[in-house]
């Protein structure tokens, strides 16, 4: 007998080797808090989590979502009596400072935290303030050295919203489709007496590439300095490969806020429908 367990994370990515496990035995978030779960829960390497979203190095969350299946008997330990939201505060006392678990839960067997997910939600926070970011905020924000339209910005942004092949704003994956639904892309100036010139963007989409969401920034921060003119976005949905114009804004200004799930009893109809490799017929036909 087995028991699918959630776990719901937070972590500041600046010292983490973003959040897969590595071969080489980088320091990764993955490794971190699996090290802990199969210490509490007396498991061996086998057991991994599954993530709804494989942040890069340098990236932050405060809304994370992982599951692993385990053996429902290594639950019946005295401290934790068969209750998977007892292992929060046990798995929290192993785990270092950069890294928490909002809680643990029981969830169905169906759920699967990354082919079972709606939608994910982002943060990039980013100043073009000629000294940076405050000394506070350097670890969540973002320098970009230029002064921005965000106006512009917010149009550029606008582009990017609806379905389409983002194989210009992604790093290559063998095997990886870059068709995706970008459901909200929102920039606004969020400046204020002590940090002018600041700015704050909200992306949610059904799911990201490798490099998608920084290379969307970058983009939008791009045409917004002027570098790049008003025909650059709608121009990168119409490439076939990555394009090297792209700038990749910088790690650090990136936050993944939440994942979205849907209903208990359309887990399943979900996974297997996010499984299916979308096609450029997709694409096509919502262009029409």
């Keep these: 007998m087995t028991v699918n367990l959630r776990f ?79 292992l929060t505060s046990r798995l929290n006392k192993l785990l270092p400072a950069d ?11 169906e759920f699967d935290a990354r082919f079972g997910a709606l939608r994910r939600h982002y943060e990039y926070r980013v100043t073009t303030r000629p000294g940076g970011p405050l000394p506070l905020r350097r670890l969540d924000t973002a320098a970009w050295r230029k002064p921005i339209d965000i106006d512009v910005v917010s149009a550029c942004a606008e582009t990017f919203v609806g379905l389409h092949d983002f194989v210009a704003l992604c ?24 940090e002018p010139q600041t700015y704050l963007a909200r992306i949610s989409a059904d799911a990201f590439c490798w490099s998608m969401v920084r290379s969307l920034v970058g983009a939008c921060l791009a045409v917004g300095e002027g570098r790049r003119g008003l025909d650059f976005a709608p121009r990168l949905l119409t490439l076939s490969k990555r394009c090297d114009e792209v700038p990749v804004a910088p790690a650090c200004g990136l936050t993944l806020t939440g994942v979205d799930y849907p209903a208990n009893d359309q887990l399943a109809a979900r996974a297997e429908a996010t499984r299916k490799r979308r096609t450029a017929d997709e694409v096509e036909q919502a262009d029409r």
């Design 8 to 86: 719901d994370i937070a972590y500041d990515g600046t010292d983490f080797h973003g959040w897969a496990s590595q071969r080489d035995g980088l320091r990764t978030v993955q490794a971190t808090i699996e090290e802990a779960v199969r210490l509490v829960l007396r498991l061996d390497e086998s057991y991994t989590l599954t993530v709804a979203g494989r942040t890069d190095a340098g990236v932050h969350a405060t809304g994370q979502v992982a599951n692993m299946v385990v053996p429902a008997s290594s639950l019946e330990q005295r401290s934790i009596d068969g209750n998977p939201g007892r």
């Design 99 to 109: 890294v928490t678990l909002l809680r643990v839960s029981a969830v169905p067997a």
């Design 171 to 194: 790093k290559y994956k063998p095997h990886a489709t870059t068709i995706r639904t970008v459901e909200s892309f929102t920039w606004e100036d969020i400046s204020t007496a002590r």
